[in-house]
């Protein structure tokens, strides 16, 4: 059984720009949640998606976005990049995303804002 | 808003040593607990999830408790191995997830 799928691994881009971030999860699951990871704040919830509706939301700022499809294959957006939204970005997966399920995560996109 | 404390930041031990780790959080109304391994630039494995309802799990050497009414959940590592070196974390599920910021171990061998 495939795991997590996040692509792409590594992505540089430049202040202003915007990038989209694709993350396939494990086959039969249909919860997918995106988290940001940096050395000084930790990892964060951005959102959380299930059966094509943002179920849970973090506080970031409204640059960030996603969607999740039919084939519960979520993207995430981030626009206008600014330097300090450079991280890891990590999604994971769960089958409905309940309370009491765990949790499989991807590799992560490293994101570099020059 | 939940916090989660990890202590401590980093633990360098030799190998065959047993070890504690240790996490607090601020807000017992909580649903479960994890701990999770992340290797470096890599992404997280899910090691133990307790419910709120559980005091303790076991998988292999890793044993890990919970103490709600405190806020409290330690990880214990039995006869560690250099393979365990990496970044532990632990996370509460409440109406997000939150994770501490995590414990990186270096076990030598």
């Known amino acids: 059984k495939a795991g997590v799928t996040q692509t792409p691994r590594y992505l540089i881009k430049t202040r202003g720009q915007q990038v989209t971030l694709s993350c396939s999860p494990i086959?039969?699951?249909?919860?997918v949640s995106w988290y940001q990871q940096t050395p000084g704040q930790g990892l964060q919830f951005l959102f959380e998606?299930?059966?094509?509706?943002?179920?849970n939301k973090g506080n970031f700022p409204g640059r960030f976005s996603g969607r999740q499809f039919s084939n519960s294959r979520s993207e995430m957006n981030v626009s206008t990049l600014e330097l300090g939204d450079s991280a890891l970005y990590l999604c994971?997966?769960?089958?409905?995303?309940?309370?009491?399920?765990?949790?499989?995560f991807g590799s992560g996109t490293q994101l570099s804002v020059l | 808003k939940q916090e989660v404390t990890q202590i401590p930041a980093a633990l360098s031990v030799p190998e065959g040593e047993n070890l504690v780790l240790n996490c607090s959080f601020t807000?017992?109304?909580?649903?479960?607990l994890q701990w999770f391994r992340q290797d470096p630039g890599k992404g997280l494995t899910s090691l133990l999830l307790?419910?709120?309802?559980?005091r303790e799990q076991t998988s292999g050497r890793l044993n890990a408790s919970l103490d709600k009414s405190s806020g409290r959940s330690t990880l214990y590592i039995a006869a560690s191995q250099p393979g365990d070196s990496a970044t532990y974390l632990c996370?509460?599920?409440?109406?997000?997830?939150?994770f501490g910021k995590g414990t990186m171990l270096l076990v030598s061998p």
């Open positions: 807000d017992s109304a909580i649903y479960n």
């Open positions: 996370a509460v599920t409440d109406s997000t997830l939150t």
């Open positions: 998606y299930f059966s094509e509706t943002q179920r």
């Open positions: 307790i419910q709120s309802s559980q």
């Open positions: 994971a997966s769960s089958l409905e995303g309940g309370r009491g399920e765990k949790l499989f």
């Open positions: 086959s039969g699951h249909r919860s």
